[in-house]
T-cell receptor
Framework: GDSVTQMEGPVTLSEEAFLTINCTYT??????LFWYVQYPGEGLQLLLK?????DKGSNKGFEATYRKETTSFHLEKGSVQVSDSAVYFC?????????FGTGTRLKVLA | DAGITQSPRHKVTETGTPVTLRCHQT?????MYWYRQDPGHGLRLIHY???????DKGEVSDGYSVSRSKTEDFLLTLESATSSQTSVYFC???????????????FGPGTRLTVT
């Protein structure tokens, strides 16, 4: 079945470091791809999205490009802040449903 | 922020009792979902609805039932709660274009359920 695989965490970085969180997806159909962020005690919030190949989603300094040839949607940020500490989820759409990765916890140290 | 509320936000109940969680939306979105979130498992889909009175099972539907009598409300019922159903439950909504390309989901704040 459809699946999303993202890198295991936790990821610990110093402030202003470069961030990459890897995500790959199964390529059945023409999925939309998403990154969500979850802060402690809260629900998931949409961070960015891409709906077709080569689209780049971006928001709050985060970027991810829909790569059909490598079935990837890696999340990147050039300079992380302490406030970026959270859990990040990669997801793809299905017919009616959405498939989520298991989440990657990011901790940014001052 | 999308208008999604969940109630209650926290609940402690005893094994064997029935529990109903409510999700309410003000966005008039067609699709509604119930997930549970547990450490090491990420988000797992319990049930979803693609319209009033139209529901289907997700990957972890055993022990749960749902109902949707109005567009804005989606109820999740644990008929006889067990300790394995201790979890954080999230409701989500989405809309889908007629072409089938999926829109994003919007999530509620979650309900923390403890079954003792």
């Amino acid at each position: 079945g459809d699946s999303v695989t993202q890198m295991e965490g936790p990821v610990t970085l110093s402030e202003e470091a470069f961030l990459t969180i890897n995500c790959t997806y199964t390529a059945t159909g023409y999925p939309s791809l998403f990154w969500y962020v979850q802060y402690p005690g809260e629900g998931l919030q949409l961070l960015l999205k891409a709906t077709k190949a080569d689209d780049k989603g971006s928001n709050k300094g985060f970027e991810a490009t829909y790569r059909k040839e490598t079935t990837s949607f890696h999340l990147e940020k050039g300079s992380v802040q302490v406030s970026d500490s959270a859990v990040y989820f990669c997801a793809r759409s299905g017919t009616y449903k959405y498939i989520f990765g298991t989440g990657t916890r990011l901790k940014v140290l001052a | 922020d999308a208008g999604i509320t969940q109630s209650p936000r926290h609940k402690v109940t005893e094994t064997g009792t029935p529990v109903t969680l409510r999700c309410h939306q003000t966005e008039n979105h067609r699709y509604m979902y119930w997930y549970r979130q547990d450490p090491g498992h990420g988000l797992r889909l319990i049930h979803y609805s693609y319209g009033v009175k139209d529901t289907d099972k997700g990957e972890v539907s055993d022990g749960y039932s749902v109902s949707r009598s109005k567009t804005e409300d989606f109820l999740l019922t644990l008929e006889s709660a067990t300790s394995s159903q201790t979890s954080v439950y999230f409701c989500a909504i989405s809309e889908t274009r007629t072409s089938g390309r999926a829109y994003e989901q919007y999530f509620g704040p979650g309900t923390r359920l403890t079954v003792t």
